[in-house]
């Protein structure tokens, strides 16, 4: 066995997230719609993308909704409008949080490439149920 890696089933599956390169690591950050959202457009998640709204559901800033100011990639994390710290000189960061403690409330459709996947996603999963 080479020095340094190790066959125990979880520390692999681990390694699997993150040693990903990061196109495949923003294929994981991805959050659950709103119920109405999920009856609106038929699909159950998507990957959450700067501008979309949404609504904190786990951590200290529960029950907070906002827009996604940005998504860092690399951590796997979101940061969310309103959800910031205060740092001991007063100035303040936002707060990293990962995208599964989060419902996403309303879709930034400006992408017509975004409005595309959300259809095709709708028309895999309707033809889905026909089946």
């Not at 040693?19 to 609106?40: C, F, G, T, W, Y």
């Not at 979101?78 to 000189?89: F, M, P, Q, S, Y």
């Not at 595309?116 to 033809?127: G, I, P, T, W, Y």
């Amino acid at each position: 066995m080479v020095k340094g890696t190790s066959s125990k089933p979880g520390k692999v599956r681990k390694r699997e997230v993150y040693d990903a390169p990061l196109h495949i690591r923003s294929k994981k950050i991805v959050a659950p719609l709103s119920a109405e959202l999920q009856q609106k457009l038929g699909i159950k998640r998507i990957r959450v993308r700067k501008g979309d709204r949404v609504l904190i559901v786990r951590g200290s800033f529960k029950g907070h909704e906002g827009k996604v100011t940005s998504v860092d990639v690399k951590k796997g994390r979101i940061h969310v409008e309103g959800a910031t710290l205060r740092k001991a000189d007063g100035t303040e960061v936002p707060f990293p949080i990962h995208p599964s403690k989060v419902v996403v409330t309303e879709l930034d459709l400006s992408d017509p490439r975004r409005k595309e996947l959300v259809e095709r996603k709708k028309q895999v999963v309707v033809s889905g149920q026909e089946g």
